[in-house]
């Protein structure tokens, strides 16, 4: 175990947060019951790029998605990223950086942490641990102006809503022609993946995939909003 995870540690409850069994925030049973595993997404907003995501957005995963943004539960991600890093397994990975998602500046002064920043950075230390690859992580999207909340709006509207509203930033080092998969915790009509992609295609970035932890599938879709943001 690194310092990393011992500081992890520190923050995790004492108890499952599926099953309130004592030991870790998810106990070995139910982490084995999800089965999480990539799974392509296809959504017609996105369908030019490769995308994973690792198991259907149920009850019990909200609860895990929730605990990690909302209940500051930041070890969660340890919980989400081994699937993903066999998610980017389909990917050539040479010359390619992990970009997260941004969050609202609303939610992020509420809480406090970029949720798919922090979610990028332990999907890297999995890659390391898995390929022994480094692979970078740049937080290079935020959104520029205020972004109505998307929970009301039906899938095309969440489109229109958030078009434009995503800035890239290239640093310095960003280097020669890399290539980007998006990284998210949460996949629903695809609209800020495909706001990504414009933002940094448009910045000259070659976008070639996304992965997330968790997707919506039609039928849980109208009991989300886009918590991605
Ligand atoms: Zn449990």
Redesign the pocket.
Known sequence: MDIFEELLNLFLPSS?I????TGSS??S??LQKFRFAPNKVSRHQVNHLTGFATCEYTPEIAKIIHEYKEGHQTALAKVMTPAMSKALQNFELANTYLVPIPSKRKSFTARGFEPATVLGKALARQVAKDCKFLLPVKQILSFSHLVADQASLGGQDRRINLVGSMVAKLPRDFGDGPRVILVDDIVTTGSTMAEAYRCLTSAGVEVIGFVAFAETLPRNRQNVSEKSV
């Open positions: 499952c599926i099953c309130a069994a998810v106990c049973d139910c």
